[in-house]
């Protein structure tokens, strides 16, 4: 089983950017589509991005569509989120996992989350 390490998260102003990587234990020889989510408080997770096993698919929730860029590297088994124009309605815990991807959603796979990544947009 897949284990992930998000990184990246801070604090921002609104109108300001962040990456987040989440780095694989590995990727299997297939390579994995990856998903990242996020927690804001007192809420589920929600899919924000997703991209399959040779980005050849990605998806991106109508809330981040135009702002945020997923993206991959597979030699180093480790997958993007480029967040241009952060909102405070971006405020959460973003998470990575293994995912089912398609063009118009995400879904979680795999076992528990990791430990997440915080972003906070504020002024």
């Known amino acids: 089983q897949l284990q992930f390490v998000e990184s990246g998260g801070g604090l921002v102003r609104p109108g300001g950017s962040l990456r987040l990587s989440c780095a694989a234990s590995a990727f299997t020889k297939d390579y994995s589509s990856i998903g990242w989510f996020r927690q804001a408080p007192g809420k589920e997770h929600k899919g924000v991005s997703c991209i399959n096993s040779r980005a050849g698919v990605t998806y991106y929730a109508d809330s981040v569509k135009g702002r945020f860029t997923i993206s991959r590297d597979n030699a180093k088994n480790t997958v993007y989120l480029q967040m241009n124009n952060l909102k405070p309605e971006d405020t959460a815990v973003y998470y990575c996992?293994?995912?089912?991807?398609?063009?118009?959603?995400?879904?979680?796979?795999?076992?528990?989350w990791g430990q997440g990544t915080q972003v906070t947009v504020s002024s």
């Open positions: 996992s293994t995912a089912h991807c398609w063009d118009r959603g995400t879904s979680k796979t795999g076992g528990s």
